[in-house]
Nanobody, 120 residues
Framework: QVQLVESGGGLVQAGGSLSLSCEVS????????MGWYRQAPGKQREMCAT???????NYADSVKGRFTISRDTAKNTVLLQMNSLKPEDTGVYYC??????????????WGQGTQVTVSG
């Protein structure tokens, strides 16, 4: 039914930029929130950036000022613009969406993850 398709991962040098994109497809009423989470090797998954349908955003302290999350509601996509990348940004980035499927049904969805590697 609902799928999250991510794109944009890759290998970049420290100080470089990378943009991630996630598109939600399927049938649903609305997307309440979307975000990006990341998981470095040997570490637990952590919130990187989130945004709600109301436009509010939240960033992890480690990425504030460097990452920007945005949504294109018409295209059901969320973007993560990552600038001034650091080696510690390396990890698998997962797209997240909280989606209202029905009037009383809200579901959580995750993308398959995309690898971001930042070389020093």
């Amino acid at each position: 039914q609902v799928q999250l398709v991510e794109s944009g991962g890759g290998l970049v040098q420290a100080g470089g930029s990378l943009s991630l994109s996630c598109e939600v497809s399927g049938r649903f009423f609305s997307i309440d929130a979307m975000g990006w989470y990341r998981q470095a090797p040997g570490k637990q998954r952590e919130m990187c950036a989130t945004t709600t349908s109301g436009g509010s955003t939240n960033y992890a302290d480690s990425v504030k000022g460097r990452f920007t999350i945005s949504r294109d509601t018409a295209k059901n996509t969320v973007l993560l613009q990552m600038n001034s990348l650091k080696p510690e940004d390396t990890g698998v980035y997962y797209c997240y969406a909280r989606i209202r499927i029905g009037v009383f049904d809200m579901e959580h969805y995750w993308g398959q993850g995309t690898q971001v590697t930042v070389s020093g």
